[in-house]
């Protein structure tokens, strides 16, 4: 099978299997690169459980902790497999790509395949630890839990309700341009006000409920290093998007998972541990694509970025979270060391969120039209981003020869 991408409202409904293999492989090398040596950094994590280990930041917090720290990794998504006649999910081929190469290097790996929501995977994910763990001859307790799931729903293993997630601004309706990244139109994208019930439902589904039932769970079940570190990841972004994000219906699970991490910390400071969010770069995501003025905006962001330098993409901040946050000097010891905000947060979008750049990038916001869309912004980086993350327009990978969807 030829297999070519399929956008539709910047969405893209197909994903390669030898680009995700690739674009896995160039974030693995990366981090080879990046952290050689670092293995035996004191307090290093040996075990790591990454829950949405399959694309974006939970990939790269995988990737970044075993091939970085040479940990033992499990894995936890939700993907659909590919078939013969029909490609997966990116994730999918991605989690197949990371247990492939981690096998090659000696890397003990698992990933399971579920909804991470369940009581049942949370069950299966402590057992794979300890097979894990038994495998690569080390306790069999987690020192690093990432907490990274994207789901627009979740069922409550606890009254089996389910809920779903809404990006709505709270209070009334917001108006914002948007573009299209193969046309470069620009357009305005409505959003009606979300109901209180969508509020809290979207709190269900993206805040820390369920973060904290797992690290419940891990430690009920004696799984759970008692110097363990977790952390979730959350964006901030500039005062322009606050009315679609901050202060809308994401904005509030955001504060509630905030709140998680505060109330973790308490317990697991106790006894050496932490817990954090970390505040990460925009980044183009499938959800990203598709939020009013968010693809401007990151368009406009990478442009002045890159002119600066200082542009990132998901494998260069988890290398710089690890480096020079998590696991550097005092810090790699003493959590209480881990440099943080006024609110206690890790701050990796520091970058994006310098005076000059947001100034910069305001300023282009504002200049923008259909005529200079493309000398003022990323739109071609945008475009190369959001198509890579489904294993497209990756460098080395030759899209017109046949491949089978059901492996990578």
Not at 250 to 260: D, Q, V, Y
Not at 331 to 356: F, G, H, Y
Request: net charge negative; charged share 25%.
């Amino acid at each position: 099978m030829i297999i070519k991408p399929m956008i539709r409202n910047n969405i893209c409904l197909n994903s390669h299997p030898k680009g995700c293999t690739r674009m896995v492989q160039n974030q693995i090398a990366y981090v080879r690169q990046h952290m050689a040596g670092l293995s035996t950094t004191p307090g290093a994590p040996k075990l790591a459980l990454v829950i949405g280990c399959s694309t974006g930041y939970g990939l790269a917090s995988r990737i970044g902790a075993a091939f970085g720290y040479g940990a033992a990794t499990v894995g936890i998504s939700f993907e659909k497999a590919g078939s013969p006649t029909k490609p997966g999910t990116p994730g999918w081929y991605d989690n197949l790509a990371f247990d492939a190469e981690a096998a090659k290097a000696g890397l003990v790996s698992k990933t399971l395949d579920g909804d991470a929501f369940s009581n049942e995977m949370k069950d299966q994910a402590i057992a794979a630890i300890r097979e894990v763990a038994a495998k690569a001859g080390i306790p069999a307790q987690v020192d690093l839990v990432i907490y990274s799931l994207a789901s627009p729903v979740r069922t409550d293993p606890r009254d089996g309700v389910m809920y779903r997630s809404v990006i709505k601004p709270i209070g009334k309706a917001y108006s914002g341009k948007t573009m299209d990244m193969l046309t470069g139109k620009i357009s305005i994208a409505s959003a009606e006000p979300a109901t209180e019930e969508e509020i809290a439902h979207t709190v269900k589904v993206m805040g820390g409920e369920d973060w904290e039932l797992w690290i419940d769970a891990l430690s009920e079940a004696g799984v759970l290093s008692p110097q363990a570190r977790t952390l979730a990841y959350t964006y901030i972004g500039p005062e322009l998007s606050w009315a679609i994000y901050k202060n809308g219906t994401i904005g509030k699970a955001k504060e509630h998972l905030e709140k998680t991490s505060h109330l973790l910390h308490e317990r697991l400071s106790k006894s050496g541990g932490a817990a954090w969010v970390s505040v990460n770069k925009a980044l183009v995501t499938r959800a990203s694509a598709v939020i009013p003025i968010i693809p401007l905006y990151i368009s406009a962001l990478f442009k002045v970025m890159k002119e600066k330098g200082l542009h990132e993409g998901c494998i260069e901040q988890l290398v710089r979270l690890y480096k020079e946050r998590l696991y550097v000097g005092e810090a790699a010891q003493n959590p209480a060391k881990v440099l943080t905000d006024s609110e206690r947060r890790i701050r990796i979008d520091d970058w994006e969120m310098r005076d000059d750049v947001q100034r910069e990038t305001k300023a282009r916001m504002e200049a923008i039209t259909e005529e200079n869309l493309f000398t003022l912004a990323d739109v071609d980086g945008f475009k190369h981003d959001f198509l890579e993350a489904h294993g497209f327009d990756v460098a080395g990978v030759d899209y017109e020869a046949d491949v089978d969807p059901s492996t990578i």
